[in-house]
């Protein structure tokens, strides 16, 4: 278990210009500003802090040096000193994922405004951070009570982090058909219902979209609200099942192989999560087009130079990074879904060109 469900977040508000309207959405929803203290990031996000500080009499500003637990606990300083009842976090996945868990550790409620979205950490109760100059984690942390998400903000950063927020997205579904395939066969923890459609329905709302156009608000809006419910989703499963199956289990591999540096974890999540769904059967046109519109790779193995050559020692990590989570490639030996993943990349579509 990650979490113990006690409150939802009470606060979504996504629109065009949100970052004006700060204090009047605080107000609307009777949280006190008076002992606020705004964790950011550097460059953009610290001018983007600037201006939501200039609205908020008496906020203080911390800037985050590092994504690490080292760095949480020296924020323990600040809060203290700024006797804080409030944490506005302003940045990226690693600025947030600080900021919950500072909120976690220290009591303090943490607002979360986003100034790129490229996963679902936006809400989960989980935050990854560096635990030694060698070693990543995923953390307990404390859900949000809420996020303010400005549609101008998000859609002037790079488009490849809206791309990776639609792959991260996508994994929700192999997600869930794992979680349903390893609950009927009786090797995992009970079903959430509320959890499974919420983490799923969220996914193919998306999938289904006859508009998939990044540059259009209405999709972005659409694309961060289901992020948002795959949080909330994770928190009333009490694990990250619902978001978190066998595609991930491989990206974390990769990740502790060093195999895929520059790639994305949405990107990345969401190329396996295709292999998965043909696993499954489950491997849709629609699928195939909303990958494509987020230029998600078709095969996973096409992210990594030689990747079949690699296949092994892949597989191998993949069966210690959660020894403990069952799921569908726990059916297969390591050769016999290597040979899968051969068949896949035969059988798949012409790679899929850039836009």
């Not at 908020?56 to 600040?78: F, Q």
């Not at 607002?111 to 030694?132: E, H, Y």
């Not at 895929?260 to 999560?273: A, N």
Request: a negative charge; glycine letters at 6%; hydrophobic letters at 45%.
């Amino acid at each position: 278990m990650i979490y113990n469900v006690t409150s939802l977040p009470s606060i979504f508000h996504v629109e065009a210009g949100a970052l004006a309207e700060v204090p009047q959405i605080l107000d609307a929803h009777g949280i006190s500003i008076s002992r606020t203290l705004i964790l950011t990031g550097r460059a953009h996000s610290h001018q983007i802090a600037i201006k939501v500080r200039q609205d908020l009499p008496g906020a203080e500003l911390w800037m985050v040096e590092s994504y690490s637990e080292a760095e949480v606990v020296r924020i323990r300083t600040a809060i203290d000193a700024t006797r804080a009842t409030l944490l506005i976090a302003i940045g990226g996945g690693g600025v947030i994922d600080v900021a919950k868990r500072a909120s976690k550790l220290y009591g303090v409620p943490c607002l979360v405004i986003p100034t790129v979205v490229s996963n679902d950490g936006l809400m989960s109760p989980v935050s990854v951070l560096n635990t030694s100059p060698t070693r990543r984690d995923s953390l307990q942390s404390a859900m949000p009570i809420g996020v303010i998400a400005d549609l101008n903000i998000l859609m002037a950063a790079p488009k490849q982090y809206l791309r990776a927020s639609g792959g991260d997205l996508l994994s929700n579904l192999s997600a869930t058909s794992d979680w349903r395939h390893i609950v009927q066969r009786g090797d995992g923890p009970k079903m959430n219902d509320a959890a499974f459609h919420l983490a799923r329905d969220s996914a193919e709302s998306l999938v289904h979209s006859s508009d998939c156009d990044l540059r259009s608000h209405r999709f972005v809006r659409s694309l961060i609200v289901a992020q948002i419910y795959s949080g909330i989703a994770m928190t009333l499963a009490g694990s990250s099942r619902p978001c978190s199956g066998p595609e991930h289990l491989i990206s974390h591999a990769l990740d502790e192989l060093k195999l895929t540096p520059d790639v994305l974890h949405g990107v990345q999540v969401g190329s396996i999560c295709l292999f998965m769904l043909y696993l499954f059967g489950e491997l849709s046109h629609e699928v195939m087009r909303f990958a494509q519109a987020m230029q998600i790779p078709a095969v996973w193995t096409d992210l990594i130079p030689g990747g079949e050559h690699h296949l092994p020692e892949i597989l191998a990590r993949t069966r210690e990074v959660r020894p403990d989570r069952r799921t569908i490639l726990d059916d297969l030996t390591d050769d016999q879904i290597i040979e899968q993943i051969g068949r896949f990349a035969n059988w798949r579509q012409p790679k899929l060109a850039r836009a």
